[in-house]
């Protein structure tokens, strides 16, 4: 017999939670599960992907309240259809729609996954989360930082937590002659340090201003041909670029939009910076150790586990652009550094945090129910 999954998400676009469940898709043994993918709505290409993967991708509406019964009756209705042995359900909408509905489809066994690093969560939301994983089976955390807090902030019984790393799909090295033509159409020289990040502009919780805060310092401390490389697209771009203005590094600053393939970015980097206030795993900071480049991070969520200060990059605190000009101008001038960085960062990426290694745990999660 087939164990089938139903997994329940929220919108379906470029995130890590999306990518985990393309791993799962092109990875999971299909000899022994068959799985759908419910979400609000699928944009983009990854959807597609999953969908070319042979695993269904189903849109039942946009979810914007708990009470919203018409969402809960389209799921039910898919429910009945596919009749899964597992419901899991990931981010808080999906953690909601799986909760609920599976407790009234009586869905033997339902998952929530905790996929964000909720420091400012309020303890009435964190309330809310205890008591929809009151029938759940299992409470996956995607780092050791979300599972400190399902255990000490929302109280969720230790028996029930799971620690499972996001795991990334290596891709391939790109082509000298590519990467050098993307370059030049950006306008990066071949003189230009280039400091890289990757991410959705959500100034909030990404800081991509601490950033560009940080080369103004960079340039007092003598680093001057520095370029900081942008990529990702989101409401605040148009925010980010006036402050660069207002800092007179507008020329410094390059903004490449949304890139469905990242590798060519990567392959242009020197450095690889993410300035989070908050992130539950740091897929980027993974994908970026893939390509051995040093990291420079914020000391939150889950880069503090996967960023080992003074090994693969260099910690520093959160909304301190000086420290990030500090570690910037560390490895700028230390050739040697930022190499033994990038080997030691490649080796642990290759070990921790694969494709392979998070299919082959959530494949053992999904059989200790012993339901096939």
Do not use: W
Not at 244 to 264: K, P, R, S
């Amino acid at each position: 017999m087939k164990i089938r999954v139903l997994h329940v998400l929220e919108t379906m676009k470029s995130g890590g939670v999306e990518n985990r469940r393309l791993s799962l898709a092109k990875m999971l043994d299909k000899s022994e599960f068959e799985q759908k993918i419910v979400c609000t709505q699928a944009i983009g290409q990854l959807p597609v992907k999953i969908n070319e993967a042979g695993v269904e991708v189903i849109q039942v509406g946009l979810f914007k309240s708990i009470l919203q019964f018409n969402v809960y009756k389209k799921l039910l209705r898919v429910i009945r259809q596919f009749k899964p042995h597992i419901i899991h359900g990931a981010v808080f909408e999906g953690v909601t729609m799986a909760a609920v509905t599976g407790t009234l489809a009586r869905v033997p066994i339902i998952i929530v996954e905790e996929t964000s690093d909720p420091q400012n969560r309020s303890k009435l939301a964190s309330l809310l989360l205890r008591q929809l994983a009151r029938p759940a089976k299992a409470v996956v955390a995607v780092s050791p930082a979300v599972e400190s807090y399902l255990l000490q902030v929302a109280k969720i019984p230790a028996r029930k937590v799971r620690l499972i790393n996001n795991g990334i799909f290596f891709p391939p090295l790109p082509q000298k002659e590519e990467v050098e033509k993307v370059k030049l159409a950006l306008g990066i020289g071949e003189s230009d340090f280039v400091i890289g990040s990757v991410g959705r502009l959500r100034d909030f919780h990404k800081r991509f201003s601490d950033l560009i805060k940080a080369l103004p310092l960079l340039k007092a401390a003598g680093v001057l041909n520095v370029k900081l490389l942008i990529v990702g697209e989101g409401n605040d771009r148009g925010k980010l670029a006036d402050l660069a203005g207002q800092l007179g590094v507008a020329n410094q600053v390059v903004f490449a939009g949304f890139a469905d393939q990242t590798a060519l970015y990567y392959a242009m980097m020197h450095v690889f910076a993410i300035a989070s206030f908050m992130e539950a795993f740091g897929l980027v900071a993974a994908e970026a150790m893939y390509f051995k480049l040093p990291v420079v991070a914020t000391a939150v969520g889950g880069l503090k586990h996967i960023v080992v200060h003074g090994q693969t990059g260099l910690l520093v605190n959160k909304e301190a652009p000086h420290e990030i000009a500090d570690a910037i101008s560390t490895l700028y001038y230390d050739a040697d550094k930022r190499s033994a960085f990038g080997q030691a960062g490649f080796e642990r990426v290759l070990s921790e945090y694969s494709a392979e290694a998070y299919v082959k745990n959530v494949t053992a999660l999904y059989k200790s129910f012993n339901l096939a």
